[in-house]
């Protein structure tokens, strides 16, 4: 091995770790969120990370941090593949066992709360980046306790509400489901599991049905879903990266490569004339060898012409004269001898 190409082999493999870092450094996806009912996340994101209203949410900044709420779209698991159950503990639900959200797991009853009836309803997901799979909602059992940590147990053990790609409206998921009757203070739980990936979301949406039975020491507020305003103003803070996703609504997931970069052409450099009769002869033979020389040959004649001396005249040799006139030329520097006739 040269010594060129073991100082190339050690640049790469220090290049390598280096790369692997980058890619591993970069920011998360991010995909949405229930706007309604409106989850805790979305509810505190709109409060405002940095100066929320309510208790609820102002106890989640101080266990969490500010960071979990601007990125309001982004509790996931990347592996659950459709797992959830046996890959998120009992107590972690509403974070999806991500140490960023623990806040959203706090057990309280006065969490911002949405209004609920039973029968029929329209529920709407906001998709910041979307993608096939299927929504399941689950609501909590009548003996559900909003003051002691989410259980899986406290779940319904099947879905009331399971819709497979529903229709993106206006960057929404929107379908509709049947709820349960109810009475109090609930909790709807839903999981978002992609089908072209093993990635699921999960949001906790507290629900009230008819008088709020949380027994919290002040009413609990009603939950507002963020405005198109504090999205945007929210979205320079937020770690979250939504660029390396399906953003049509085809929900095909898949990125599309980037157009390639045109590379200009680059220019020829003219070569000049003694250059180009130069490459003209040293060209390989071939067919077109003799027509090449007869270039040269040609080129190096006009050549001779432009540069010859004032005054200069060719030479023939007899017999090639124009028109067939044989021409003889004196010496140089004598004048041709002039004939004279004698009168006769």
Known sequence: MTARRKATGIALAGIGPLALTLLAAGPAAAHGSMTDPVSRVSA???????????????????????????????????????????????????????????????????????????????FHYKATAPHKGYFEL????????????????????????????????????????????????????????????????????????????????????TASAPTAHQLAAGAGKSSMDMSGHDHDGSGSGTTPAPAPTPVPSPRRTPIPRAGRQFAERQRPAGPGRRQAGRRAASGGDRWRQLHRPAGHQRRRRPGHGRRGAVRHHPPQGRPAPRLTTTPG
């Not at 505190?44 to 940095?50: I, L, S, T």
């Not at 093993?198 to 507290?206: G, K, L, Q, V």
Request: charged content about 25%.
């Open 138 to 221: 689950y609501l909590t059992k009548s003996s559900y306790n909003p003051a002691k940590p989410l259980k899986w147990s406290d779940l319904e053990s099947k879905p009331f509400v399971k819709v497979s790609d529903p229709k993106l409206t206006n960057g929404e998921y929107v379908f509709n489901g049947k709820v349960p009757a109810r009475s109090g203070r609930h909790l709807i739980y839903s999981i978002w599991q992609r089908s072209d990936s093993a990635e699921a979301f999960y949001t906790c949406s507290d629900v009230v049905f008819g008088k709020d039975s949380g027994q919290a020491a002040k009413p609990a507020p």
């Open 44 to 122: 505190c994101f709109a409060e405002g990370p940095e100066s929320p209203k309510s208790a609820a949410c102002k106890a989640a900044v101080q266990a969490g941090g500010t960071q979990a709420f601007y990125d309001w779209n982004g509790v996931r698991d990347g592996e659950a593949g459709g797992r959830s159950k046996s890959r998120i503990p009992d107590g972690k639900l509403c974070s999806a066992n991500n140490p960023e959200y623990k806040g959203l797991d706090l057990p309280r009853a006065d969490w911002p709360s949405s209004r609920m009836r039973a029968g029929s309803h329209t």
